[in-house]
């Protein structure tokens, strides 16, 4: 018996989101969940080998692995936007080159990873002072705090968990977290935002109290990358979102 079928756009009727996360980490895709939960908004993972340890080098090697990994991402009807969920590794990699990476495959996508989201971001709340909290060694915290400067972002204030394996990063207590934020933001009161780097750290669950309890917007990784493939994408977050940067 053949049945009769009518179709609708899908999943994705309203945005197609494809989401290039590391093969080590474990909180953005279920602090993301959330922001994807609107009416015909479909995300769309693919996972990127990646090293236990982050370092510059062991970063530099997915540089080769993403043309395939994007390719994973399905494509019979074409994507509105394609984030790379690694705050360091388009820092070393490059912003440009990764956003040229995608595209090899996802030609009409628009795309954004965590550094191109947290400029947009801070352009979008008109704050050029933040604070700059990160889990990583030195070489790589410091590679991100030259790429944030060349982009016109002042650093008033940095610290790091100084961290280089991916397991201990992802559980960080999200009381650590926000004892860190608060101690930034009290020892450096011209900061006007405080962005906290790496999408394996945990800090949608503190978002809202942090802001509560500084007074400033708290921009983390997962949080600029949710917020900018949304804006790309012409979505929104569901109501409740945690963040100022959802009140614009």
């Not at 971001?121 to 030259?146: D, H």
Request: charged residues 15%; hydrophobic residues 45%; contains cysteine.
């Amino acid at each position: 018996m053949s049945l009769p079928f009518e179709q609708d756009g899908g999943a994705g009727a309203n945005a197609r989101c494809g989401l290039i996360v590391l093969q080590n980490d474990e909180t953005m895709e279920p602090e993301l969940a959330p922001l994807f939960g609107g009416p015909g908004i479909a995300p769309y993972h693919s996972r990127i080998p990646s090293a236990l340890a982050v370092t510059p080098e062991t970063l530099m090697t997915m540089k080769a692995e993403l043309p395939a990994v994007a390719r994973l991402l399905p494509a019979a009807t074409p994507l509105n936007v394609v984030g790379y969920g690694c705050t360091s590794g388009a820092t070393i990699i490059g912003q440009s080159t990764v956003s040229d990476l995608i595209r090899q495959c996802h030609p009409t996508a628009l795309t954004t990873d965590p550094i191109t989201a947290v400029v947009a971001a801070t352009a979008r709340l008109n704050l050029r002072r933040i604070g700059f909290i990160t889990p990583y060694v030195a070489e790589v915290s410091t590679a991100m705090r030259e790429l944030l400067q060349s982009h016109g972002l002042e650093i008033t204030a940095f610290a790091s968990f100084a961290q280089a394996e991916e397991a201990t990063v992802a559980r960080i207590t999200e009381r650590s977290l926000l004892d860190a934020i608060c101690r930034m933001a009290a020892e450096s009161p011209g900061s006007e935002a405080i962005f906290v780097s790496c999408t394996n750290l945990r800090s949608f669950r503190i978002i809202a109290e942090a802001e509560r309890l500084t007074g400033k917007p708290v921009l983390s990784s997962n949080l600029v990358l949710g917020w900018h493939m949304l804006e790309l994408a012409g979505a929104r977050a569901p109501d409740g979102t945690p963040g100022m940067l959802f009140d614009q």
